[in-house]
């Protein structure tokens, strides 16, 4: 089955604990990209990764890292959590060549909680 | 720098009743590409629809409906005899040419009663 997985799907942690939220698809895609949620804000960009070893900047990265060393693989990264980080967070995936054309696989979300 | 806006933050209908979700707009690209997602309770997204720049036809699939008007910047959505699974999220989203960057709306909350 074609999808996109996220894990872990609920996490609860401390502000200062370096995390890490994996997201791995299985559809051969180039681009991927992170997302968080938050109420009344929609979801905003925060990477996004055209190949492997190829990463930008969204509208929120302040605070995140990614890395993209496989092309089914893009980890989000979070250093040092702070509570403002607390969110929903969706990694989406996406063929390169028709990132125009597609619309984006979306994986289940990671729900976050940093106190 | 792009911006969307669904200035309807929430809306409540009775079931069969019609829905109209507004979607408003703002890039300098002459080419892009507009999408609406569906986010039902259990938290996925749903793709519903892509549209670009250069097609201004409306669409009808089912029960939903999308008007886009380049000349006022909108994507407007209108469900059609709602259903009690219609209650959701709606997103309206923008993507730049290349199609690296997708710019979310606020979300508008359908919730349709029986």
């Known amino acids: 089955e074609a999808q996109v997985t996220q894990n872990p799907r609920y996490l609860i942690t401390v502000t200062g604990k370096k995390l890490t939220v994996t997201c791995s698809q299985n559809?051969?895609?180039?681009?991927m990209s992170w997302y968080r949620q938050d109420p009344g804000l929609g979801l905003r960009q925060i990477y996004y990764?055209?190949?492997?070893?190829?990463?930008d900047k969204g509208d929120v990265p302040e605070g995140y890292k990614v890395s993209r060393k496989e092309k089914r693989n893009f980890p989000l990264i979070l250093e040092s959590p702070s509570p403002n980080q607390t969110s929903l967070y969706f990694c989406?995936?996406?063929?390169?060549?028709?990132?125009?054309?597609?619309?984006?696989?979306f994986g289940p979300g990671t729900r976050l909680t940093v106190t | 720098a792009q911006k969307v806006t669904q200035a309807q933050t929430e809306i409540s209908v009775v079931e069969k009743e019609d829905v109209t979700l507004d979607c408003v707009y703002e890039?300098?690209?002459?080419?892009?590409?507009l999408f609406w997602y569906k986010q039902p309770p259990s938290g996925e997204l749903v793709f519903l629809i892509r549209?670009?720049?250069?097609?201004?036809q409306n669409e009808i699939s089912g029960r939903y409906s999308w008007n886009f008007q380049k000349s006022t910047s909108s994507f407007n959505f209108t469900i059609t005899a709602s259903q009690v699974v219609d209650s959701a999220v709606y997103f309206c989203?923008?993507?730049?040419?290349?199609?690296?960057?997708?710019?979310f709306g606020g979300g508008t909350r359908v919730l349709v009663k029986p």
């Open positions: 989406a995936s996406t063929p390169s060549r028709q990132r125009t054309s597609y619309e984006q696989y």
């Open positions: 559809m051969n895609h180039e681009y």
């Open positions: 990764s055209m190949n492997v070893e190829v990463t």
């Open positions: 890039t300098r690209d002459t080419t892009y590409y």
């Open positions: 549209r670009n720049s250069f097609d201004e």
């Open positions: 989203a923008l993507s730049d040419p290349e199609g690296n960057k997708l710019t």
